[in-house]
């Protein structure tokens, strides 16, 4: 039996986290592949909040994989970030939506910039 009220609660306060709306801003992913070659990619992004940020990719990434994501790719003092894939759900267009926690270490780097 699965406690819902535990869910619920949990999902208000995920959503009561500030949110930036980011929808179609382009963010550079850093996946490395088997050989441990690191790659660049640009994704569009659809939201970002203290604890995660949400993308867009035509590609599926693993969960519980770890990718580094850089929100101002433009800009080459903006850092990168260590996230956790949380989730990778395919939409119907084909395209994944995919959910990266980032981690506690770096939490403390977005709060004093």
């Known amino acids: 039996m699965t406690d ?8 208000q306060e995920r959503r009561s986290s ?3 709306d ?3 801003e382009l963010v550079a992913i850093f996946i490395k592949n088997s050989q441990g070659e690191e ?3 640009y994704v569009s992004c659809l939201d970002i909040s203290n604890g995660g940020i949400s ?4 590609e599926p990434l693993e969960v519980g994989s770890f990718i580094k994501i850089q929100t101002n790719p433009r800009d080459e003092s903006c850092p990168a970030y260590s996230v956790k894939v949380l989730r990778c759900n ?8 995919i959910g990266l926690i980032f981690q ?3 939490l403390s780097k977005l ?3």
């Not at 819902?4 to 999902?11: A, K, M, Q």
């Open 39 to 41: 790659r660049i990619k």
């Open 55 to 58: 993308i867009n990719n035509d």
């Open 111 to 113: 709060e004093t910039e």
């Open 18 to 20: 500030l949110r930036l």
């Open 90 to 97: 395919v939409q119907d267009s084909g395209w994944y939506n």
């Open 104 to 106: 506690s270490d770096e």
């Open 4 to 11: 819902n009220f535990s869910t619920s609660t949990i999902e």
């Open 22 to 24: 980011m929808e179609n």
